[in-house]
């Protein structure tokens, strides 16, 4: 698996043709700076006729300029068509194959995973079953189960304490009386 992977990522970094492709956007922002500053002058050539004409026209001149400053150039800014980026037949290949491939492999992969969890679960449960059955076949045995030979304890003689009288003395005790009244 990891070597699939690994070829698989080199041979995608092989088929990358970008290099050429950016050169040819880099190539284009260029002559889009070009062409900018070229419209720049024409506009301010442009700013300065108009500025001429307004000067030393007549008022039907002056309008004129200023409508024609106020309504602006009307001319586009022109760009450079930007390349094309360069197609490589390997990587429109690869675009088609890889995610049918990658998809087919997790399933399989996934399946796998699944059959060996049922397989592990299922010996679970036989293994269970087994062990249980061991334990109620070791209870229900008489082997297994036997009753312990009775137990004889002899008792010694009892004593017998004959009831004899005391005569009771009763003391009479002293009392003290404490200072205070109490």
């Known amino acids: 698996m ?10 995608l970094a092989g088929c990358s043709t970008a290099g050429d492709y950016y050169k040819s956007v880099d190539n284009t922002n260029s002559r889009n700076v070009e062409l900018a500053k070229a419209y720049a002058e ?6 300065q006729a108009l500025m001429r004409i307004a000067e030393s026209g007549d008022s039907t001149a002056k309008v004129a300029a200023a409508m024609a400053l106020a309504i602006g150039s009307g001319a586009r800014q ?18 088609i194959l890889v995610p049918g491939v990658t998809q087919g ?3 399989y992969y996934n399946t796998r995973a699944t059959i060996n969890a049922s397989d592990n679960a299922t010996m679970m449960g036989i293994n269970t079953n087994a062990t249980f059955g061991k334990f109620a076949s070791e209870i229900n ?8 030979a009775p137990v004889v ?15 009771p003395v009763v003391v009479d005790p002293v009392i003290i009386q404490q200072p205070g009244g109490q």
């Open 42 to 47: 024409a506009e301010a050539v442009r700013y």
């Open 153 to 167: 304890v002899t008792q010694p003689q009892p004593v017998i304490v004959p009831p004899t009288v005391v005569n």
């Open 78 to 95: 022109i760009q450079a068509a930007v390349a094309q980026p360069v197609r490589s037949e390997a990587l429109d290949w690869a675009s």
């Open 2 to 11: 990891r070597l699939l992977i690994t070829l698989s990522a080199a041979l």
């Open 105 to 107: 492999l997790s399933i």
């Open 141 to 148: 045995s008489p082997v297994v189960v036997t009753q312990p």
